[in-house]
């Protein structure tokens, strides 16, 4: 170090250390107030930016069953032009009438003859790792083989097999490859194996390991990405794609339990919703289906929370409404899936739970009626839903929607009309500037406890502006969307739930962000956002406890030099502060922990720091920005702690 720098840096230090702390924070340790919801901080799954086809949903292989509107997309032909024979797409004699579309390919076996896919913008193998391959299979003429190849992205051969003994009937017939290389990019090729003629459908490659290694099963890193958030509920399937921008397009649970080539494919409205992102090849094969849906609640410990469609198509699109006479078939469905989730095994809806393998109820106790509806319409619907689901199961709480604002007429006269009405919770969502989130931690303190309960279903902050697709999942959002957690635990008797919205994207495929997670083919990372949720979930507690900044509760309006919410955790007996400093310069605090005589060494905290705003994390730098764990060795019922600069920090004492 240079002599001339030493001073200087000595006279910071000095500074630093005798500066006196501009702010104190006062916590009445002893005087826990409302209870926190157990399933607070959960989750918001919706199939955008390829969340399922392509993400969750494990299979390897798009349009497998050849029945998107172009039966070969994402299929290239290869059959050479010096190569006699074809390959055609037909539909007569199929396996499943419910899956129409085959391939024939017929070979005279003087060169290749076959298909190969894409993937969903890229088949990812890892080296090391075994992949499932499936189809349905019919000798036409010569009983040739089936050969099943891999090749990365670059057309270098990562594994081959020849599958024999193909019969003139229908047939599966499986494989397992060994890919010798890595590769995100990768292709699935069928060929005829010398001369000969094959029917082929319902090509699939799934890779063996999956989550809790079912067959056909999730991808396992997405999975264990939600599990790491300890969320106390899944909302799903969505999101608009709930809604359907016409009512035929609408998600119909039903269609999505059983045989997997039963499910009848569907256009995922994200296909052609924003003409600035397009993505021709988004479908939904509902392999992730409501079972599906159901068992990852399970697998992960989340309440399930299913939002159903009302009668009506999305309201940015055709605002479709259903004839007055089918509205009770949309009401069946919600009884239906009730039953189907939790009746006895000899109901009707019950029994096909069983049959799929679940015997035992899945627990539901919430509904969503309808996605983000407003309007006259709108309360007509849920009027409906909301006799005939309280007249027999008037313990599931419902979830109605105040449209897509948080504040605008169509808010205000949903939260009118939803008062009178004595609706359980209401579903807000918010996607506003960090500015917005900043200045309305207050939001919640005057609704009234008495009235529905709030559930922030969809927030995200945007750094540039909704549906800009230059908005990034930045440390300022981050710090913004935790400081209005802050003052939706503070309000923990009226927000009931929260999650962030979207969850998935795929960076080679979206159309919408800000998201919590990115994945590509084989990798994945969480975001500044996704640590924010995962702090205020996994650091929840059980009760709020009163906390004051410089003697203020609560500043209700504008923005705040630091933000600061505490709980109670009444299994460890910690009192937890979760403290936001959105500033960039390091904020030295007097902590006063009201109530109690001492506090034990031993505490933790847990800070999610960065040196810039626009600080992110990526798929070669996913914990750029993440949480790390320190003890706090002088804590004591009054104490100082220095928070850093633009950083979400969460204290766990024990005290008495
Ligand atoms: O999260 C993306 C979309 O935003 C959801 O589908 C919808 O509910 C909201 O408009």
């Known amino acids: 170090?240079?002599?001339?720098?030493?001073?200087?840096?000595?006279?910071?230090?000095?500074?630093?250390?005798?500066?006196?702390?501009?702010?104190?924070?006062?916590?009445?340790?002893?005087?826990?107030?409302?209870?926190?919801?157990?399933?607070?901080?959960?989750?918001?799954?919706?199939d955008i930016n390829f969340g399922a086809d392509g993400g969750l949903y494990a299979e390897l292989v798009k349009n497998r069953g050849f029945e998107f509107p172009e039966p070969l997309m994402g299929w290239f032909k290869i059959n050479p032009s010096h190569s006699q024979g074809e390959v055609t797409v037909r539909e007569d004699d199929p396996f499943n009438a419910a899956n129409p579309h085959y391939v024939r390919i017929e070979s005279h076996g003087t060169a290749p003859m076959g298909l190969s896919n894409e993937g969903f913008r890229g088949i990812g193998l890892r080296q090391g790792e075994a992949y499932n391959f499936s189809a349905q299979v019919r000798d036409v003429t010569d009983t040739p083989g089936l050969r099943v190849q891999l090749y990365g992205g670059d057309g270098t051969l990562l594994d081959?097999?020849?599958?024999?003994?193909?019969?003139?009937?229908?047939?599966?017939?499986?494989a397992t490859l060994h890919p010798h290389d890595t590769d995100p990019k990768a292709r699935l090729v069928v060929l005829v194996e010398g001369k000969g003629t094959l029917d082929v459908d319902m090509v699939s490659l799934f890779p063996e390991h999956t989550w809790k290694n079912r067959p056909g099963g999730l991808r396992a890193d997405m999975v264990q990405k939600l599990a790491d958030l300890k969320p106390g509920f899944l909302r799903f399937p969505g999101g608009c794609v709930v809604e359907g921008s016409v009512l035929a397009r609408r998600y119909q649970w039903k269609k999505t339990l059983g045989p997997i080539e039963e499910r009848q494919l569907l256009i995922n409205r994200w296909n052609y919703e924003f003409l600035h992102r397009p993505t021709p090849d988004y479908y939904q094969s509902f392999g992730l289906g409501f079972y599906e849906f159901f068992q990852l609640c399970e697998d992960i410990g989340a309440a399930p929370l299913p939002i159903l469609n009302c009668g009506m198509a999305c309201q940015f699109n055709s605002g479709e409404l259903c004839a007055p006479d089918e509205l009770t078939n949309y009401v069946q469905d919600a009884l239906d899936l009730v039953e189907f989730a939790n009746g006895p095994v000899d109901s009707v809806w019950g029994a096909k739970?069983?049959?799929?393998?679940?015997?035992?109820?899945?627990?539901?106790?919430?509904?969503?009626?309808?996605?983000?509806?407003?309007?006259?319409?709108?309360?007509?619907?849920?009027?409906?839903?909301?006799?005939?689901?309280?007249?027999?199961?008037?313990e599931v709480q419902l979830v109605s929607a105040a449209g897509p604002d948080p504040?605008?007429?169509?808010?205000?006269?949903?939260?009118?009309?939803?008062?009178?009405?004595?609706?359980?919770?209401?579903?807000?969502?918010?996607?506003?500037?960090?500015?917005?989130?900043?200045?309305?931690t207050h939001r919640y303190d005057e609704y009234d406890p008495a009235g529905p309960k709030v559930f922030m279903g969809e927030y995200a902050?945007?750094?540039?502006?909704?549906?800009?697709?230059?908005?990034?999942?930045?440390?300022?959002?981050a710090l913004a969307e935790a400081a209005y957690l802050t003052g939706l635990e503070r309000n923990a008797a009226v927000v009931r739930m929260a999650s962030y919205a979207p969850l998935f994207g795929n960076v080679d495929a979206w159309q919408w962000k800000p998201n919590l997670i990115w994945v590509d083919s084989l990798r994945i990372y969480a975001t500044p956002n996704y640590y924010v949720q995962q702090l205020f979930s996994r650091n929840r507690g059980d009760t709020v406890l009163p906390v004051t900044l410089d003697g203020v509760a609560t500043t209700p309006e504008g923005r705040q030099d630091l933000y600061a919410s505490a709980t109670h955790d009444d299994q460890t007996g910690e009192l937890i502060l979760k403290t936001v400093n959105p500033g960039a310069a390091a904020k030295t605090v007097?902590?006063?922990?009201?109530?109690?005589?001492?506090?034990?060494?031993?505490?933790?905290?847990?800070?999610?720091?960065?040196?810039?705003?626009?600080?992110?994390?990526?798929?070669d730098h996913p914990t750029a920005v993440a949480p790390v764990e320190s003890t706090v060795a002088d804590a004591a019922t009054t104490f100082t702690h220095t928070f850093p600069p633009y950083s979400v920090t969460v204290l766990r004492l024990k005290g008495q």
């Open 1 to 46: 170090m240079s002599p001339l720098i030493r001073p200087i840096l000595l006279l910071t230090l000095l500074t630093k250390a005798t500066a006196a702390p501009a702010l104190t924070i006062e916590v009445q340790a002893t005087q826990p107030g409302a209870k926190i919801n157990p399933a607070m901080w959960g989750i918001f799954f919706e």
């Open 160 to 174: 081959s097999v020849v599958i024999q003994g193909i019969s003139t009937n229908w047939a599966k017939h499986t």
């Open 353 to 394: 739970r069983a049959a799929l393998g679940h015997p035992a109820p899945f627990h539901l106790n919430m509904l969503g009626v309808g996605n983000e509806q407003w309007g006259p319409d709108y309360i007509a619907h849920y009027k409906a839903f909301a006799g005939a689901l309280k007249a027999r199961y008037p």
């Open 407 to 440: 504040g605008d007429d169509r808010f205000k006269y949903a939260w009118a009309r939803f008062r009178e009405l004595h609706a359980d919770i209401i579903d807000e969502h918010c996607y506003a500037n960090p500015s917005w989130f900043f200045n309305n």
């Open 461 to 477: 902050a945007q750094s540039v502006a909704i549906v800009s697709t230059k908005n990034q999942n930045n440390l300022e959002c």
């Open 590 to 619: 007097t902590l006063k922990l009201d109530g109690w005589t001492q506090v034990q060494s031993g505490g933790r905290a847990m800070v999610l720091a960065g040196n810039r705003l626009d600080a992110v994390n990526s798929l």
